[in-house]
């Protein structure tokens, strides 16, 4: 007779910020030398396949919480959904599909889809047989592939930005997106008193988020002078800009899924890293960010 497994000791909040701060690291170790490689089938294709892996699970996992909310969703379509929306976006961007070089093209495709999607949700539900919540049914699937994969998508944006070198502005957002939640994180730990909204996150405080900006704006200050030629258009005004509205944005994609969470009554979105949680867990500080930076990076540092 096998002898039970001793209950497990609980991970300390420290425990569990550095196994989520290394598994980031380690995913975005594998995709960003993927991209510098050189090697362009070899950059796209770990690129393509990461992104697609990422949305995928990612909005599995919120179609989860959807469910233990007691809510109903058309999982399935969904999840077909955001596949097809990133991989009809990277061809795209690569001029497969479309014109090459071309923002408002890619912009168009992606609206065109969303309106397909919504289409398909409704002939959906006509021929459900099991659900009598259209419309909650429709706004949840919906809702799940606009907030995973949608977002996700300025990523691939960011990336392939035409006449720049995409590579250094998604490498640069990343990382000033990690420096807030470690700015958070250590400056909370330290000097934290006054709690943001305790209700949806009791460990966030006002302490922590303004040590998230300063971290990283003194962050962003140094990358953009490292990188120098690399990203021409970027200056220290930018760069303390950019370092402040994505800090914050990173804290608030982070209390936004920490809502999701509260409402679903679960600690963690999955349960792929153990003592971590899931994909959702190490992507939700990036979510609102990447479009952020595309947008900056397109109508006020570059405007093609």
């Not at 006054?194 to 460990?203: A, L």
């Not at 704006?217 to 140094?222: R, T």
């Amino acid at each position: 007779m096998p002898v039970p497994a001793p209950n497990a000791v609980p991970l300390s909040k420290a425990q569990i910020f550095v196994r989520r701060l290394s598994s980031f690291l380690v995913l975005w170790t594998v995709i960003l030398t993927a991209l510098f490689s050189g090697n362009k089938l070899v950059s796209d294709g770990v690129f393509l396949l990461i992104m697609v892996l990422l949305a995928a699970t990612g909005l599995r996992e919120f179609y989860a919480l959807v469910e233990k909310r007691g809510l109903f969703c058309f999982k399935y379509c969904g999840l077909a959904g955001g596949v097809l929306l990133m991989v009809g976006t990277f061809f795209n961007l690569e001029g497969k599909l479309g014109l090459a070089n071309s923002p408002a093209r890619v912009n168009d495709f992606e609206t065109s889809f969303l309106i397909l999607f919504v289409l398909g949700l409704c002939l959906r539900q006509f021929v459900s047989k099991v659900n009598d919540s259209g419309i909650v049914a429709i706004a949840t699937t919906l809702f799940g592939l606009m907030y995973v994969p949608w977002l996700l998508n300025f990523i691939q944006k960011i990336n392939f930005f035409p006449h720049v070198e995409g590579h250094f502005y998604l490498l640069y957002f990343v990382l000033i997106t990690k420096f807030s939640d470690t700015g958070a994180y250590v400056v909370g730990s330290l000097i934290g008193r006054h709690k943001m909204i305790p209700r949806i996150s009791p460990g966030k405080t006002w302490e922590g988020f303004g040590g998230a900006i300063v971290v990283s704006m003194l962050a962003s200050l140094l990358f953009v002078r490292l990188a120098g030629d690399h990203m021409p258009a970027m200056n220290a005004v930018h760069a303390v800009v950019l370092g402040a509205v994505l800090s914050s944005a990173a804290v608030v994609g982070d209390l936004i899924e920490s809502l999701f969470k509260r409402e679903a009554r679960v600690k963690d979105s999955g349960h792929i890293f153990p003592g971590i949680g899931g994909i959702l867990d190490l992507l939700d500080s990036l979510l609102f960010n990447a479009p952020i930076m595309y947008i900056y990076l397109r109508h006020v540092l570059h405007t093609p």
